[in-house]
């Protein structure tokens, strides 16, 4: 039982971030709340390594709320989030596309 109780507390907290699948070394900062994801304008972004910095950049100029990093072959949930910034990696790190949901 104590076992079941830890494992659900750690998938709960793991819940809690404002950011999925976190990039290395860090995170981007959270702008302010309210702002929907628009992904347009970010294509130049493409292609570049996954780093903080670029998901802070990505996340300050698509006005999104959260960011989520989508690894090759990661599960993902398949909620929603109008606020939400979705950057799609390939299997080297590096930025095949962004998604706002």
Do not use: H
């Amino acid at each position: 039982m104590k076992r079941i109780t830890a494992a659900v507390l750690i998938l709960l907290a793991a819940c809690a971030s404002t950011t999925e699948g976190e990039p290395p070394a860090g995170g981007p900062a959270e702008p302010a709340a309210g702002q929907d994801c628009n992904a347009d304008g970010l294509q130049d972004l493409v292609g570049r390594p996954a780093t903080a910095e670029l998901g802070a950049e990505a996340l300050r100029r698509s006005q999104s709320r959260t960011l989520r990093w989508i690894r090759p072959n990661s599960v993902i949930t398949m909620d929603y989030s109008a606020q939400r910034l979705n950057i799609n990696l390939d299997a080297q790190d590096r930025v095949e596309r962004f998604t706002c949901g």
